[in-house]
């Protein structure tokens, strides 16, 4: 069964430095996830990459901006518009549980595509109000053992903060 090392870093250079030591140590961009606020406003993104999510959720941007680097190589990034939050940038899995149906659940927004992921509702719920305060969210996805516990020692080497491991919810990809 996957399972998601998922962490919490405060700059942007941390979180590129992050995602650059998860990609050397083998994972892919599409293992990857990153949701952060979107302080700049998708009109400072160079690409438009549209999406298909329920109730204009999704407003569709891609890379360019702030995001650069090791985040530019992430796999489905783009802007979202969370009902109640705001503007976020988003990439990887849980970019499909923001576009799908974790956004309409009960609990909605960041928490719920958390909560779809297999993060447990209480950390899900911090997690979200760490994001609102400028986090980065970085989540690794793997059923490797070992790819696991290399991205806990990445996490916990780089200074990120409430690094978690939990069991992983299968998202659905469109």
Excluded: C
């Excluded at 958390?114 to 969210?137: C, F, H, S, T, V």
């Excluded at 290399?150 to 080497?157: G, L, P």
């Amino acid at each position: 069964m996957a399972q998601t090392v998922i962490g919490l870093t405060t700059t942007i250079d941390q979180a590129e430095l992050l995602v650059d030591r998860l990609k050397t140590a083998g994972f892919s961009s599409n293992d990857i996830s990153v949701l952060l606020p979107d302080k700049e406003g998708s009109q400072d993104f160079a690409h438009k990459n549209t999406t298909k999510a329920p109730e204009g959720a999704t407003a569709g941007a891609s890379t360019g901006g702030v995001i650069g680097g090791a985040l530019g190589w992430l796999a489905g990034i783009g802007a979202l518009a969370i009902p109640g939050l705001g503007a976020f940038v988003a990439a990887g899995p849980i970019m499909a549980a923001l576009s799908g149906a974790a956004v309409g659940a009960t609990v909605g927004g960041a928490t719920g595509a958390l909560i779809g992921l297999g993060i447990p509702e209480y950390e899900a719920k911090m997690y979200e109000g760490k994001i609102r305060e400028g986090n980065i969210l970085i989540a690794a996805h793997s059923d490797n053992k070992d790819m696991l516990k290399a991205a806990e020692d990445i996490f916990k080497d780089l200074g990120a903060k409430d690094v978690h491991r939990t069991s992983e919810a299968k998202v659905e990809k469109k």
